[in-house]
């Protein structure tokens, strides 16, 4: 099967734990079934035009579920991801740091509710 930079990197994940890691120079990112490593380092170095170190891949396989005693998974649910490490001086931007800057102190007194 022949597939093009587009069909090996599908999306990028966007979530709680790619953020975290997305400080430390890592982007992960859905990929085809069948891409190999050689194939998506070369797709994601076509498409973001960073340096990748290392891919780590990993499979997610379906859900489980029981139809009449049968047991299957459930269909579309199969995931293959990789978690690109970027070379140092290169980064990609999925995500704005915002949270990195720590919010600053107001001034005002706290104000209590109660008696005193």
């Known amino acids: 099967m022949d597939l093009t930079k587009y069909d090996i990197i599908k999306r ?8 975290k890691l997305s400080k430390h120079n ?9 891409a190999n490593r050689p194939e ?11 340096k990748i170190t290392k891919i780590n891949i990993i499979k997610r396989p379906g859900k489980r579920k029981r139809v009449a005693g049968r047991k299957s998974f459930t269909q579309g649910q199969e995931q293959k991801r ?10 990609l931007e999925f995500f704005g740091h915002t949270a990195d800057v720590a919010p600053q102190a107001s ?10």
């Not at 990028?12 to 953020?19: E, G, L, Q, R, V």
């Not at 994601?44 to 960073?50: D, K, M, S, Y």
Request: charged share 25%.
């Open 26 to 34: 890592k982007v992960l990112v859905q990929v085809h079934q069948d």
């Open 82 to 91: 990789a978690l690109l490490t970027l070379a140092s001086g290169h980064s």
């Open 12 to 19: 990028p994940i966007i979530s709680d734990k790619a953020y």
């Open 107 to 116: 001034g005002k007194k706290h104000v209590s509710r109660g008696k005193e």
């Open 40 to 50: 998506i380092k070369k797709a994601a170095e076509q498409l973001f035009g960073v």
